[in-house]
T-cell receptor
Framework: DAKTTQPPSMDCAEGRAANLPCNHS???????VYWYRQIHSQGPQYIIH???NNETNEMASLIITEDRKSSTLILPHATLRDTAVYYC??????????FGKGTHLIIQP | DTGVSQNPRHKITKRGQNVTFRCDPI?????LYWYRQTLGQGPEFLTY????????KSRLLSDRFSAERPKGSFSTLEIQRTEQGDSAMYLC????????????FGPGTRLTVT
């Protein structure tokens, strides 16, 4: 699995877009980029994944650079309930996920 | 779709005792995963099943740990002769697909070994 690097923490004002960066310079051509989040005292929650193209679902958008060495998760209108630890992962199979320490996103009222 | 459930949610045990946790995956999800999470860290992979077959075990899974998934439905994780270092949140996840990391996690079982 690719090694990923994320800032340990970020703040964002409620109602604004939250942009969470992730570096994955060692990702291989067939490895997907996945994002999960974990709200305090809950299990991780799948958000979105992508390979090359940008992706959007009801929760977020994922922007992957053309060289695939980095990506940005975008929460378009952050709410207080989006306060969580966000994990960026790289992988290509169906084996166990390798989580780092993630980014603790704090949404400020 | 009722989600992944885990029981018990909390377990306090004395060092040296055996404990068993249960995970019920989302119906018809053929992959089931176990993770362990300690405070301030991301979850660490322990093992996973495809149907009833245990396909991979992490080196974190010592001989005191055993997992089963009889009949390919629910799974149990047993820890024998618990140690204080086993105190953690034990998470279960299931996946509907064989080729992606789209996993759905349960709420976890918090184990405290005194």
């Amino acid at each position: 699995d690719a090694k990923t690097t994320q800032p340990p923490s970020m703040d964002c004002a409620e109602g604004r877009a939250a942009n969470l960066p992730c570096n994955h310079s060692t990702i291989s051509g067939n490895e997907y980029v996945y994002w999960y989040r974990q709200i305090h005292s809950q299990g991780p929650q799948y958000i979105i994944h992508g390979l090359k193209n940008n992706e959007t679902n009801e929760m977020a958008s994922l922007i992957i650079t053309e060289d695939r060495k980095s990506s940005t998760l975008i929460l378009p209108h952050a709410t207080l309930r989006d306060t969580a630890v966000y994990y960026c992962l790289g992988g290509g199979g169906a084996d166990g996920l390798t989580f780092g320490k993630g980014t603790h996103l704090i949404i400020q009222p | 779709d009722t989600g992944v459930s885990q029981n018990p949610r909390h377990k306090i045990t004395k060092r040296g005792q055996n404990v068993t946790f249960r995970c019920d995956p989302i119906s018809e999800h053929n992959r089931l995963y176990w993770y362990r999470q300690t405070l301030g860290q991301g979850p660490e992979f322990l093992t996973y099943f495809q149907n009833e077959a245990q396909l991979e075990k992490s080196r974190l899974l010592s001989d005191r740990f055993s997992a089963e998934r009889p009949k390919g439905s629910f799974s149990t994780l047993e820890i024998q002769r618990t140690e204080q270092g086993d105190s953690a949140m034990y998470l279960c996840a299931s996946s509907p697909k064989d080729w992606t990391y789209e996993q759905y996690f349960g709420p976890g079982t918090r184990l405290t070994v005194t």
